[in-house]
Antibody, heavy 119, light 110 residues
Framework: QVQLVQSGAEVKKPGASVKVSCKAS????????INWVRQATGQGLEWMGW????????GYAQKFQGRVTFTRNMSISTAYMELSSLRSEDTAVYYC????????????WGQGTLVTVSS | QSVLTQPPSASGTPGQRVTISCSGS????????VNWYQQLPGTAPKLLIY???HRPSGVPDRFSGSKSGTSASLAISGLQSEDEADYYC???????????FGTGTKVTVL
């Protein structure tokens, strides 16, 4: 079945960077976009951007421009999200989710990766 | 602050019908299709409705979506205890050039 499995929880200090992985299985990785969404504890969902898994083209939400980078390794069907200059407000669960054709929504989602930023 | 506004909470007794609204503008709901996500406690979100009113396979037909102008709605008929969750609307915003989520609605089954 189509599945996205993310890397484990991370604890980082302010100013550091974090890189979260998202391994896809059950479908042809290059045929779909990967989106990243985060959720602070008790808060709503916040879209960070997307990456075309085939071309590597990306689109970032304005809020994260210059601080986030999406990459992929097609040989292992894995996407990555790297967020730099971490601050306490970046403490959240980070999700990857597969995007499809226009209007088709995001599905499935990875299980989420908790990133804690604390001194 | 999100550009899509939802009521913070909604509730009903088992078997009742509950409706959740999602209010946007011409740059988002007014010109793009709407998706709905269900997030059960402690789990990742799950796509519930896509393209305004389509259900992915496996989603019960108790869930239905609609859109009119710059607003959308999610209806849950025959409410069940397992429907207790957070629900989010989402769509593309042409002005922001990004995907936006609603503020979220917590559904409680009384």
């Amino acid at each position: 079945q189509v599945q996205l499995v993310q890397s484990g929880a991370e604890v980082k200090k302010p100013g550091a960077s974090v890189k979260v992985s998202c391994k896809a299985s059950g479908y042809t990785f290059s045929n779909f976009d990967i989106n990243w969404v985060r959720q602070a504890t008790g808060q709503g969902l916040e879209w960070m951007g997307w990456m075309n898994a085939n071309s590597g083209n990306t689109g970032y939400a304005q809020k994260f421009q210059g601080r986030v980078t999406f990459t992929r390794n097609m040989s292992i069907s894995t996407a990555y999200m790297e967020l730099s200059s971490l601050r306490s407000e970046d403490t959240a669960v980070y999700y990857c989710a597969r995007g499809g054709a226009y209007g088709s929504g995001l599905r499935p989602w990875g299980q989420g990766t908790l990133v804690t930023v604390s001194s | 602050q999100s550009v899509l506004t939802q009521p913070p909470s909604a509730s009903g007794t088992p078997g009742q019908r509950v409706t959740i609204s999602c209010s946007g503008s011409s740059s988002n709901i007014g010109s793009n299709t709407v998706n709905w996500y269900q997030q059960l406690p402690g789990t990742a979100p799950k796509l519930l409705i896509y393209s305004n009113d389509h259900r992915p396979s496996g989603v019960p037909d108790r869930f239905s979506g609609s859109k009119s102008g710059t607003s959308a709605s999610l209806a849950i008929s025959g409410l069940q205890s397992e429907d207790e969750a957070d629900y989010y609307c989402a769509t593309w915003d042409d002005s922001l050039n990004g995907y936006v989520f609603g503020t979220g609605t917590k559904v409680t089954v009384l």
